[in-house]
T-cell receptor
């Protein structure tokens, strides 16, 4: 149990285009999901907290207009990188926790999405 | 959020027991300690979680002293496939879904 998927696993796009990354909890419901980015040989950096049915909470320094987050259901959150530039190239990872009562508060992570902006 | 400190890297050989210690001096009363494993180009994988004393599952043990200011992840008889980065995190439970702050992690290299 507690499986989180991401789609796509890797994407290459041209500079200036927008890219959408999906994060799904496959066997549990999650009111809260988290989005991270990770540069090579570095640790995960939290970007934002995605709340079902409400606005996301962004970490300091993360542009909310550039990284659009939508949490439309209890099993799906999407991250859209708008007007992508080469410096946005990174490994994007989401995580989710089962709703209290269905399991622990442990966060389970998706497999990640490798974004390359040319 | 409690800050954690771990060794940057560790080396071991196949079949040995590996102990990775994490310091979290400012851990709060309601914080739990969770360890994750990450392979290159993959998301972190949950290993073990504990609050105090000792927790054991099929892959690892977690030792937490009485003052809870540190914890030790113990991997018995490591294999080459245990080469990965190991992260120690502390966060509260039952207080809402707290965001996790990842430290540097410990890069474990297991050699033949």
């Amino acid at each position: 149990g507690a499986v989180v998927s991401q789609h796509p696993s890797r994407v290459i796009c041209k500079s200036g285009t927008s890219v959408k990354i999906e994060c799904r909890s496959l066997d549990f419901q999650a009111t809260t999901m988290f989005w991270y980015r990770q540069f090579p040989k570095k640790s995960l950096m939290l970007m934002a907290t995605s709340n079902e049915g409400s606005k996301a909470t962004y970490e300091q320094g993360v542009e909310k207009d550039k990284f659009l987050i939508n949490h439309a259901s209890l099993t799906l959150s999407t991250l859209t990188v708008t007007s992508a530039h080469p410096e946005d190239s990174s490994f994007y990872i989401c995580s989710a926790s089962p709703i209290r009562g269905e399991g622990t508060d442990t966060q389970y992570f998706g497999p990640g999405t490798r974004l390359t902006v040319l | 959020l409690a800050k954690t400190t771990q060794p940057i890297s560790m080396d071991s050989y196949e079949g040995q027991e590996v102990n990775i210690t994490c310091s979290h001096n400012n851990i709060a009363t309601n914080d739990y300690i969770t360890w994750y494993q990450q392979f290159p180009s993959q998301g972190p994988r949950f290993i073990i979680q504990g609050y105090k004393t000792k927790v054991t599952n099929e892959v690892a043990s977690l030792f937490i002293p009485a003052d809870r200011k540190s914890s030790t992840l113990s991997l018995p008889r490591v294999s080459l496939s245990d080469t990965a980065v190991y992260y120690c995190l502390v966060a509260g439970r039952n207080t809402g879904f707290q965001k996790l702050v990842f430290g540097t992690g410990t890069r474990l290299l297991v050699s033949p």
